[in-house]
């Protein structure tokens, strides 16, 4: 199953968050732009990070933000949002954070296959560091493997 769609919306580059809570919901942010989510997705994306811990910082410099699915989630969407001044999560190995994913799918059976499919993409190790450095929507788009 390829990752959802990653449109020209659901992409912000050189953002800058005060700390991890505002990250996240720049990531959400995009997902509403893209039409994925309603706003009260990113509220849900704080909400697990505050009750889990930083469980969604999954690689150094790399969160992966999401919530479980539910009303909040129209369609499967990615966003991504690279930070200019990196924040930290809270992780002991991987702080601190430049690139956020955000992740919204409507199942259950969808979620797990586009975390696995997100893993692919970040087996390159160069994958994080070319998202950070990224100046254009295309860039990111390509070290994604995605469309539009």
Known sequence: MPL???PAEAIIL????EDWRGAVRLAG??????GATLPSYADEMVRMIEQYGPYVVIAPGLALAHA???P???AD?????????????GHPHNDPVSVILGLAVVSAETH???VADLANVFNDASAIPALAAATTVAEVQRIMGVQA
């Open 14 to 17: 050189g953002a800058t968050a």
């Open 112 to 114: 797990l296959a586009s």
């Open 4 to 6: 959802p769609s990653l």
């Open 68 to 70: 479980r699915p539910g």
């Open 72 to 74: 909040e989630v129209l």
């Open 77 to 89: 969407g990615l966003a991504i949002v690279t930070l200019a001044t990196p924040v930290n999560f």
């Open 29 to 34: 942010d995009a997902l509403v732009r893209s």
